[in-house]
């Protein structure tokens, strides 16, 4: 007899990227992505988060996403194209680092942030010398009402440190929200 697992509301990828150096020609951008796995339920979700790296572990340049599956980690993916992201840091030597970044994760997969369900195309934790960049990806730069829920949202859960600036930058834009 199996145990029936929990369902997610939406299926989910796991994506790796290693970037030793920026690439230089736009063909080779993306071409360090790997996809690592995809996943449905919850039981899925921890038997693949359990079986990775911790994210303050990763070295420089390397980088985790999690995206909603069939939409892959680029501006140029069609549910990206129009979109933007929240972006701010977190340092892998600060307290709770790891308690931080697995918030975030399970409120995007649990879609906590989006009350649509529609509006977050995935998140990503890139590692850099000083610390981590986070990216919450949105699906429409123009829908000012998602933007300014997720964002509020972001902030209700007390993992971007006060003094630290959230900003929603347009892909390949300028930040348009600050908060």
């Known amino acids: 007899m ?10 989910w990828c796991l994506w790796y ?9 736009e063909e080779e951008w993306g071409t360090q992505q790997k996809k690592v796995t995809s996943f449905s339920t919850v039981e899925d979700f921890w038997r693949v988060y ?6 303050s572990k990763l070295e420089p340049n390397h980088m985790y996403h999690f995206f909603k599956e ?5 501006w140029e993916d069609e549910a990206n194209a129009n979109g933007g992201c929240w972006r701010f840091g977190i ?12 918030t975030l994760l399970l409120s995007v997969l649990g879609e906590t942030l989006d009350p649509t369900g529609n509006s977050v195309c995935g998140i990503s934790m890139v ?3 000083k610390g981590a960049r986070i990216e919450l990806w949105m699906k429409s730069a ?5 933007i300014a829920t997720v964002g509020r949202r972001l902030r209700q859960l007390n993992v971007v440190d006060k003094k630290e ?3 929603f930058r347009k892909h390949m834009g300028d930040v348009m929200y600050v908060l």
């Open 127 to 129: 590692m850099k010398q």
């Open 2 to 11: 199996s145990a029936e697992k929990s369902q997610l509301n939406s299926a």
């Open 70 to 74: 069939g939409i892959q980690p680029s």
């Open 91 to 102: 340092r892998p030597a600060e307290h709770l680092f790891e308690e931080k970044w697995m």
């Open 142 to 146: 123009e829908d000012v009402a998602a």
């Open 50 to 55: 359990n079986n990775i790296l911790p994210a």
């Open 165 to 167: 600036k959230l900003e």
């Open 17 to 25: 990227e290693s970037r030793k150096e920026v690439a230089e020609e």
